[in-house]
């Protein structure tokens, strides 16, 4: 489904549900992503050439998600981490990061991003396909990867 018709449907579940769109690049590099943002239920799904193409998972009000049983949401960075090299040391090229120290996993297609609540920062992960590793940083809008309450 693109975004306009995801939005659609789930406005006949909550009124808390929009979109937005950003393009950028020159020439023929250039990009355009859409995004879904699902409020209530802590969601924003990102959409690249009508598909979609990530999902960023609120710290403090969206769904749990969990990977090998560990919940991915709304823990404290740190733990989150370790938990992460742990599991790298057996997967080959399975651990990098992104700029600020944001840990990334090959295998699981995550970055553990993080959010403010207060003066406290707690994981929110973004999830991405196999083809986003190459340019991760440029794959979601900016907006995707800043720091907010």
């Known amino acids: ?5 995801v939005t659609d449907v789930l406005f006949g579940v909550t009124e808390d549900a929009g979109h937005r769109a950003w393009s950028g690049g020159r020439g023929n590099n250039t990009w355009r992503v859409s995004e879904g943002r699902l409020r209530e239920f802590g969601l924003h799904l990102y959409y690249r050439d009508g598909r979609l193409s990530g999902v960023a998972v609120d ?5 749990q998600v969990t990977a090998d049983g560990v ?4 823990r404290a960075p740190s733990a989150l981490e370790r938990w992460m090299h742990e599991r790298a040391e057996t997967r080959p090229d399975e651990l990098s990061y992104m700029s600020a ?3 990334c996993s090959a295998s699981l297609g995550v970055v553990v991003n993080v959010q403010r609540e ?8 973004v999830f991405y396909p196999t083809e986003a590793l190459d340019d ?8 995707a990867w800043e720091i907010h309450d």
């Open 1 to 5: 489904m693109s975004a306009d018709e």
């Open 59 to 63: 710290a403090l009000c969206g769904p």
């Open 71 to 74: 919940a991915l949401v709304g």
């Open 101 to 103: 120290g944001v840990p």
């Open 118 to 125: 207060g003066d406290r920062l707690l994981t929110r992960p």
């Open 136 to 143: 991760l940083p440029h794959w979601f809008p900016q907006r």
